[in-house]
T-cell receptor, first 115, second 116 residues
Framework: DGGITQSPKYLFRKEGQNVTLSCEQN?????MYWYRQDPGQGLRLIYY???????QKGDIAEGYSVSREKKESFPLTVTSAQKNPTAFYLC??????????????FGPGTRLTVL | GQQLNQSPQSMFIQEGEDVSMNCTSS?????WLWYKQDPGEGPVLLIA?????ELTSNGRLTAQFGITRKDSFLNISASIPSDVGIYFC????????????????FGKGTKLSVIP
């Protein structure tokens, strides 16, 4: 089955530690995205990538970093510079072209708790 | 910045009732998307709209692309307990001028609770 996987589902880290969240897709999508969701809030864009080896900052990129070495993978690192990292993180992907390129498909999410 | 306003923010309904919710923007859109998020899960795309006035159904769900291009509506008929969740609308960041934008702007959601 085609889809997006995120691991782990739950992640606990101590304050001051960097942590990397995994996102893999087998939909053959070119574009991938990372969002942050806080309780009662919509989704806020952290980073996105339209092609391999290229990515752009979203609205709340400070304290985060990404890489896009493979089409299928778009890991997100939450660094110690992120002041309030506890949140639900969602990865998504979409096609490169055609009118459906705005249709983003989401993974199951990773809930990060910083102690 | 660009905002999508969803209403109502939350609603409690009896099983079997019909549900209506909407999303408005100050910008004109060429695409409207509706997602549903179950607790602790990622959003799932329900319906995509691409043309002003378009009416699209997906089972008991029907969504419409407003004629003004600044709003969209989602209706659920004969609600059942599994309809519980948060419904988000989304559109390309920058509205119509954002054609070619790969970013989406999301509303804050309508939380639906169904009373059996």
């Amino acid at each position: 089955d085609g889809g997006i996987t995120q691991s782990p589902k739950y992640l606990f880290r101590k304050e001051g530690q960097n942590v990397t969240l995994s996102c893999e897709q087998n939909l053959n999508h070119d574009a991938m995205y990372w969002y942050r969701q806080d309780p009662g809030q919509g989704l806020r864009l952290i980073y996105y990538s339209q092609i391999v080896n290229d990515f752009q900052k979203g609205d709340i990129a400070e304290g985060y970093s990404v890489s896009r070495e493979k089409k299928e993978s778009f890991p997100l690192t939450v660094t110690s510079a992120q002041k309030n990292p506890t949140a639900f993180y969602l990865c998504a992907s979409s096609m490169w072209s055609g009118r459906e390129y705005n249709e983003q498909f989401f993974g199951p999410g990773t809930r990060l708790t910083v102690l | 910045g660009q905002q999508l306003n969803q209403s109502p923010q939350s609603m409690f309904i009896q099983e079997g009732e019909d549900v209506s919710m909407n999303c408005t923007s100050s910008s004109i859109f060429n695409t409207w998307l509706w997602y549903k998020q179950d607790p602790g899960e990622g959003p799932v795309l329900l319906i995509a709209l691409y043309k002003a006035g378009e009416l699209t159904s997906n089972g008991r769900l029907t969504a419409q692309f407003g004629i003004t291009r600044k709003d969209s509506f989602l209706n659920i008929s004969a609600s059942i307990p599994s309809d519980v969740g948060i419904y988000f609308c989304a559109g390309p960041t920058g509205g119509y001028s954002g054609a070619g934008s790969y970013q989406l702007t999301f509303g804050k959601g309508t939380k639906l609770s169904v009373i059996p």
